[in-house]
């Protein structure tokens, strides 16, 4: 007579507040007792901590299942009391900055195994933290990313919207799914340079998931150039778009991107079970 299969307990999930204005959400093992692998987890333009279909969510359980805590944080201005600000590239990249540090300080971390994901201009903001802080990232894995910030975010808003908000401070921008505030700041933060060419400065294995319809996918060759001799793995899907497959009835993109995400940060960061954080 076979026994019933034993339930994976459910991971421990608590919300935080990051040097008192960043708001984000610690997944970790259930069982975990000693320090172990960390991932930082960076949204793109205009989504939040959980990212598009739940997808970062779900990752975070994912990866908890197999020994690896992280923290997602939501990206928001420290300067703005309007919930529709999107602070600028640089302080999103500050903003991650300091979330890694929390989070190597962490009792669940083990300082030398600390990864990170990011999802379309998230992935950029990915590549600036590694290539400023190689010493403190041990693995990358970018969704969708952005290479340029200054072509991609600046042709998708278009002139009028720059303009806009260099002559009046601000602009609304409704994307269809949100509507934003942006400001001059915003504007003007999106002339640096192109992702790209950062990630020579990556120290670490790099995995990179696109989709084959994705109009972003034209950065996949660079990426891979530029980062030069060191571990890089890809995954390129069919029939899929910038998203992912995340608003798809089915989730089996998704869920294979998720699949492939955990594989790698298991590989590359090592498994270990951090009970009792």
């Known amino acids: 007579m076979h026994e019933a299969a034993t339930a994976s307990p459910e991971p421990s999930s608590v919300e935080v507040v990051i040097d008192g204005w960043i708001p984000g959400t610690m997944v970790s093992p259930s069982e975990a007792e000693a320090a172990g692998p960390v991932v930082l987890l960076l949204h793109g333009f205009a989504s939040t901590r959980d990212e598009v279909g739940s997808m970062f969510r779900f990752l975070a359980n994912a990866m908890a299942a197999d020994g690896i805590s992280s923290l997602r944080i939501d990206f928001v201005s420290p300067t703005s009391v309007d919930p529709q600000s999107i602070p600028p590239f640089s302080e999103q990249i500050a903003m991650a900055a300091t979330a890694l540090r929390w989070l ?60 806009t908000a260099l002559r009046e401070g601000h602009v609304i921008v409704d994307l269809g799914f949100r509507v934003v505030s942006l400001s001059a700041a915003f ?83 090592g498994y270990g079970t951090p009970p009792g954080c």
């Open 104 to 163: 190597i300080s962490h009792p669940c971390a083990d300082a030398s195994r600390v990864g990170v994901v990011g999802f379309s201009l998230g992935g950029a903001v990915a590549i600036s933290l590694a290539a400023r802080v190689p010493q403190d990232v041990a693995a990358v894995v970018l969704w969708s990313s952005s290479g340029d910030v200054r072509h991609d975010l600046g042709a998708s808003l278009g002139p009028i919207a720059r303009e």
């Open 187 to 269: 504007f003007a933060g999106l002339d640096v340079e192109a992702s790209v060419e950062r990630v020579g400065r990556i120290t670490c294995p790099l995995g990179i998931v696109y989709g084959a319809d994705d109009p972003l996918i034209r950065y996949r060759d660079a990426i891979v150039r530029n980062h030069g001799t060191y571990a890089t793995e890809d995954r390129i899907l069919t029939a899929t778009g910038h998203l992912l497959g995340a608003l798809d009835a089915d989730a089996e993109v998704s869920q294979e991107v998720i699949g492939q995400t955990v594989r790698w940060m298991a590989s590359w960061l």
